[in-house]
């Protein structure tokens, strides 16, 4: 079964009535609705998450879980939703920031959620991710570029010093 999202223009408003298919051409000027959370334990440290080797960038570690909003999902909803599927946490979430991102017609509600959780219960979603660990701050921020895919994630991280 396809995954069906709405559409939405640049300032973040849904258009009725349209639906988008995934994997299927967005016209220029429309957009879906994409939800990082960048997950921080009580304890200061950070969880990131290695990609499959069969997704895009496989391998690479990043800083979020997260995911397309499906279709009828707000932004609150969806990043619930992907929070749970990629680690198994639930928790409260506070928006941190929004962007807009051209080239792949996409517009992101980023989150922070942050836990007491038991680290070792974490949960990852078959076929995303493989691996987890929790790092602190300083080694997250000697990551190189290679290692980890988190460009919005980390932006807001140094902009907002969470």
Known sequence: MAELWDAYNRDFTRIDGSTLVRGQHIPDNIYHLVCDIIVKHT?????????????????????????????????????????????????????????????????????????????????????????????SRDELLAMKEDELISYRAMKLLHEQNI
Request: hydrophobic share 30%; aromatic share 6%; glycine share 12%.
């Open 43 to 135: 304890d200061g440290s950070y969880l990131i998450m290695q990609r499959d080797h069969e997704k895009t960038h496989g391998g690479q570690w990043e800083l979020s879980a997260g995911g397309s909003a499906l279709q009828g999902e707000g932004p609150d909803e969806a990043s619930k939703r992907e929070l749970k599927e990629e680690t198994g946490i639930e928790g409260t979430l506070r928006e941190i920031g929004r962007m807009v991102i051209d080239k792949n017609h996409s517009i992101y509600v980023l989150y922070i959620c942050e836990t007491d959780c038991d680290k070792d219960s974490v949960v990852l979603q078959h076929g995303e991710t493989i691996d987890y660990r929790w790092i």
